[in-house]
Nanobody, 127 residues
Framework: QVQLVESGGGLVQAGDSLRLSCAAY????????MGWFRQAPGKEREFVAS????????YYADSVKGRFTISRDNTKNTVYLQMSSLKPEDTAVYYC????????????????????WGQGTQVTVSS
């Protein structure tokens, strides 16, 4: 089992930046793809970004491409989501997740690719 703990959320204004962190405890972190998802009120949880186990392949939802950057530090068992040019429509609870597959560089935008989730951190962007 793995425990994922997100941090860094908050209330910001449109155009501001924010960096989310997700620390992993337990299961091997460095061999698994990590993903960020988000869920706005009344909407389904949606994919935001993922990064392969070795950090070499990042993939983004079209809605955040060019504004968000995902990265990871395997020495710290932590994945980050740097968010810039934030918009009110980015308001959501953000969740990190670890994939059920090891040593894969396959793009993983589906929720079913992941089997462990954090508790989420709220991001609110005011206009």
């Amino acid at each position: 089992q793995v425990q994922l703990v997100e941090s860094g959320g908050g209330l910001v204004q449109a155009g501001d930046s924010l960096r989310l962190s997700c620390a992993a405890y337990g299961r091997t972190f460095s061999s698994r793809t990590m993903g960020w998802f988000r869920q706005a009120p009344g909407k389904e949880r949606e994919f935001v970004a993922s990064v392969s186990y070795n950090g070499r392949r990042a993939y983004y939802a079209d809605s955040v491409k060019g504004r968000f950057t995902i990265s990871r530090d395997n020495t710290k068992n932590t994945v980050y989501l740097q968010m810039s040019s934030l918009k009110p429509e980015d308001t959501a609870v953000y969740y990190c997740a670890t994939s059920r597959f090891t040593d894969s560089t396959r793009i993983m935008p589906a929720r079913d690719d992941y089997d462990s989730w954090g508790q989420g951190t709220q991001v609110t962007v005011s206009s």
